[in-house]
């Protein structure tokens, strides 16, 4: 079964250092998206691609974190400096397109640890 | 009003006893709706779809729309401790998924 590959699973850094994510999507899907989900709550968009471009980075807190899909397939996530408040999973998505009706298939997900 | 309204629990129920889990959403989101469920330290588990009023039934699940009312459900019936988990509902927003902030299930023996 095709899958969402996330690396790493876990991550500690210390407060105010660099850290990144990677995500590869589900062979063809054109859609990816990186949500980001604390404790106790709903995962909450950060930013999702289409093929190479952004089409939604409304929530990425654009002055510490970036993200890119150079060549439309796998894509980058990083945080520089880090927070305490960073602390969190960070989840990646992909789908065929934006416009399908059903649901997402998430990777496994990165545990991120700011101490 | 938030796009997609949970509450966080935890709902406890006896094992095989039917969890009746709620969910109720805005105008802003469209009218296809996903129940995801999130053991402990692990990332969401897509288990049911529905983008029709009325219901929709899978094994032990059944996920229930009512557009009038702007609420979906979620019911396990014969519940099993393993079922214990937090369930998130998720509605469409044009092309991304809003998530609720789940509900705590806890199934005990």
């Known amino acids: 079964e095709a899958e969402v590959a996330q690396s790493p699973r876990y991550k500690i850094t210390e407060k105010s250092q660099a850290v990144a994510f990677w995500c590869d999507p589900i062979?063809?899907?054109?859609?990816l998206y990186w949500y980001r989900q604390i404790l106790g709550q709903g995962p909450e968009l950060l930013v999702q691609?289409?093929?190479?471009?952004?089409?939604?980075d409304s929530q990425l807190p654009k002055d510490r974190f970036s993200a890119e899909r150079l060549k439309g397939v796998d894509s980058t996530l990083k945080i520089q400096p880090a927070e305490l408040g960073d602390s969190a999973m960070y989840l990646c998505?992909?789908?065929?397109?934006?416009?399908?009706?059903?649901?997402?298939?998430f990777g496994s997900g990165t545990r991120l640890t700011v101490v | 009003q938030k796009e997609v309204e949970q509450n966080s629990g935890p709902l406890s129920v006896p094992e095989g006893a039917i969890a009746s889990l709620n969910c109720t959403y805005s105008d802003r989101v469209s009218q296809s709706f996903f129940w995801y469920r999130q053991y402990s330290g692990k990332s969401p588990e897509l288990i049911m779809s529905i983008y029709s009023n009325g219901d929709k039934e899978d094994g032990r699940f059944t996920a229930q729309l009512n557009k009038a009312s702007q609420y979906v459900s979620l019911l396990i019936r014969d519940s099993q401790p393993s079922d214990s988990a937090t369930y998130l509902c998720a509605a469409r927003n044009t092309d991304k998924l809003i998530f609720g902030t789940g509900t705590r299930l806890q199934v005990f023996p």
């Open positions: 062979s063809g899907h054109a859609t």
């Open positions: 998505a992909s789908s065929l397109s934006g416009r399908t009706p059903y649901g997402y298939t």
């Open positions: 691609f289409q093929d190479e471009s952004v089409v939604d």
